[in-house]
């Protein structure tokens, strides 16, 4: 699964709670 992480003061910061889930784009249905 792809993670995705978050942009926090300018830097890509990964979660550290574990949890995960689907990404859903509804752009692209």
């Known amino acids: ?9 300018a830097k ?3 979660s550290t709670s ?3 889930g689907p990404v859903f ?3 692209t249905g």
């Open 25 to 27: 784009n509804p752009a």
């Open 18 to 20: 574990g949890n995960v």
């Open 12 to 14: 890509s910061v990964e």
């Open 1 to 9: 699964m792809r993670k995705i992480t978050h942009l926090i003061d």
